[in-house]
């Protein structure tokens, strides 16, 4: 009995020899870090850390490397820092539009995925302009640019019009058989970062982005959410209405045991009218936004459907769902008949109050 005692003591404490000891004031942490297209064999890594001012602030500086592989990369940024890099703390990953068109971005998200330091709630990101220049820059509403980035990002997605992304859903959506992945586009403006839209992907590789209006059409048919801002024009010349803490939910009716099935959505639209440009806002008047409105929201998202089937991508997963619906789904056959699908859109629209005229 003492033996075993003494077994079940000391074993922790074998194990405990086991474990990488790290020390923070021996180690140098990226905030951010960005891939530049260089040629078909190498690309640019360029990481964003931490520099700690006087008076707890807190800047950025970069270092940045050339190599063909992301191993290489991270020994040669490695080589350019005085402390060994960690990856604990990354909230972003940057990809160039060039890189992900040409190259794709799995080759380097793979390892980044293997690494049991990274979070899989870290936002990765395609972006105009170099990933380099914009982790340069120094903003003036965040000392630090990557928190910068991060936060820009999730007020776009809570209270604005940009679908869901993170690390986790991209690998859900690229291994997902019925769809494929989406990602935030960011490009520079006067020297600014600004979200300019969403980057779609067939694959891993970069396909094409949808403009801000165009993502919150995409955010109708993909999430249920409470905020965001829509703005129609009246039959009336110069007359326009904008609704804001908009409600929305799309539900997908999708004929089952079929790889051609008849597909309807149905979305449920319900907006506060925040404001008006018109005069008085009578019921006559009210029941002509609601129709404008209607018509509108139906013909703006099937022209976002229509763009999706011609370029033969389903970023809104609904192959997924037909193969939810089907247990002899067939990949092929749902990929043959996808593009030339005819989805019907219905949008029932509520307006909850009335706001402000012009």
Request: proline residues 4%; charged residues 25%; negative net charge.
């Amino acid at each position: 009995m003492r033996r075993q005692l003494f077994l079940l003591c000391g074993l922790p404490l074998l194990l405990s020899g086991c474990v990488e000891t790290l020390i923070l004031d021996e180690l140098q942490f990226i905030h951010s870090v960005g891939y530049d297209y260089v040629d078909e064999e190498r690309v640019e890594g360029t990481a964003s850390i931490p520099i700690y001012k006087m008076e707890e602030q807190v800047g950025s500086e970069t270092i940045s490397a050339i190599a063909s592989t992301t191993r290489d990369v991270r020994l040669e940024l490695n080589a350019r820092s005085s402390k060994p890099l960690h990856s604990g703390k990354i909230s972003s990953i940057l990809f160039s539009e060039e890189m992900a068109q040409k190259m794709g971005i799995m080759q380097i998200l793979d390892s980044f995925s293997r690494d049991s330091a990274i979070g899989m709630r870290n936002f990765i990101c395609i972006t105009r302009d170099s990933p380099k220049r914009m982790l340069e820059l120094s903003s003036p509403l965040e000392i630090d640019i990557a928190v910068y980035i991060k936060e820009l990002i999730e007020q776009n997605i809570d209270r604005q019009n940009i679908p869901t992304s993170n690390f986790h859903l991209f690998l859900k959506q690229y291994y997902e058989d019925g769809q494929d992945p989406f990602l935030p586009y960011l490009s520079l403006k006067e020297n600014t970062v600004k979200i300019d839209g969403v980057a779609l992907f067939q694959g891993d590789r970069y396909a094409g982005k949808l403009n801000l209006e165009e993502a919150f059409m995409m955010k109708i048919l993909l999430e249920p959410f409470a905020n965001g801002t829509y703005e129609i024009s009246l039959p009336e010349e110069g007359e326009y209405a904008v609704l804001q803490n908009i409600h929305s939910k799309a539900h997908y009716h999708i004929e089952p045991n079929t790889n051609t099935p008849e597909i309807n959505i149905v979305v449920n639209f319900t907006g506060k009218l925040n404001e008006y440009s018109g005069g008085e806002l009578d019921s006559k008047t009210l029941t002509e936004v609601v129709e404008t409105l209607k018509k509108q929201l139906e013909d703006d998202i099937k022209a976002t459907l229509r763009l999706f089937q011609e370029k033969n991508i389903d970023p809104l997963g609904i192959g997924s769902r037909v193969k939810a619906r089907n247990y002899g789904f067939k990949l092929d056959e749902w990929k043959a008949y996808y593009p030339d699908a005819e989805i019907d859109v219905t949008v029932n629209v509520k307006i909850k109050e009335t706001g402000i005229r012009q």
